[in-house]
């Protein structure tokens, strides 16, 4: 089978990490792009079957299907130049890296195709104890058309995500600009999880007590007693919503007093400059 390199997102894998390709497992889903739909993809959600050289071909599961058969390992692929090249094909969704053991996900098959991401706060969620992350992508290689829609661009999106919970240190570099985390894992958690005065200036009112019966609930540990991530306050199971409400009151009143002001740095492909306000009403 031929496979025409435009069709296709390239993305490219490195391990970083001291761990063995082997021990590195790729599960990819998504849904096929279709311009019909308001969000530009298909309502059912497939796995993508890859080849050893990484191409990428969308398969629909059925209530037989089990996530494992996508789910590779690195070095299951062929390494060119010192990485994994995946070619996706039209759509969008989500890639996940796993350590240690391949990702075992969930299906609903009655009604629309959907393939459930693992639960990172329940238990009982096979994925609880493994180590794994995301990224998130859209691909629309060509501008399409609809008779009941504007023309779409073609359109190639990828980013990391840590609004969930933070599991791995992943970067992604997309026409020469790379976002993401670049410490290791050891060292983010250490920052997540004890706290890094040194590396971080203090804020106004941000205290520990800010973070008294909310703080612990955040990190999700192996049986070995090694976090494998830390969730996001608004996903903790009973975490005190408010555990930031005194912080919030105190830095509105210091950045309120005469002289203190705060400066904001934006770099985005639309703006660029420093802002600088206070909450100061403006006459």
Partial sequence: MQHKAGDYFNVQIQNNSTLDDSQVYVTAFGSAFDPTQPTHLAVDQSFISLTAEGYGTLVT????????????????????GGVYNLYLPPSGGRVYLSI???????????????INDPNFILPQDPNYQ??????EYFWNPLTSTDSDSPPI?????????????????????????TKGIKKSLSDVQNILLNGNSSSNP?????????FTGSWEMLPVYGSNG???????????????GSYLH??????????????????????????????????????
Avoid: M
């Fill in 61 to 80: 599961p059925t209530s037989s299907t089990s996530s494992l058969t996508y789910s590779y390992p690195l070095n299951g692929l062929t390494k060119t």
């Fill in 100 to 114: 240690g053991a391949p990702l075992c996900l969930s299906i609903q098959t009655t009604g629309n195709v959907a």
């Fill in 130 to 135: 493994v180590i794994y992350d995301k990224i």
């Fill in 153 to 177: 661009p073609a359109t190639a999106v990828i980013d990391t995500t840590a609004v969930d919970f933070f599991g791995l240190p992943l970067t992604v570099s997309l026409n020469g600009q």
């Fill in 202 to 210: 203090t804020q106004p009112g941000l205290t520990d007590s800010s």
């Fill in 226 to 240: 090694t976090a494998v991530r830390v969730v996001s306050p608004n996903k903790a199971p009973s975490f005190r």
């Fill in 246 to 283: 005194d912080y919030i009151t105190d830095v509105w009143i210091h950045y309120g007093k005469p002289g203190n002001t705060l400066t904001i740095a934006v770099q985005t492909s639309e703006v660029s400059g420093n802002f600088t306000g206070s909450n100061r009403s403006v006459i």
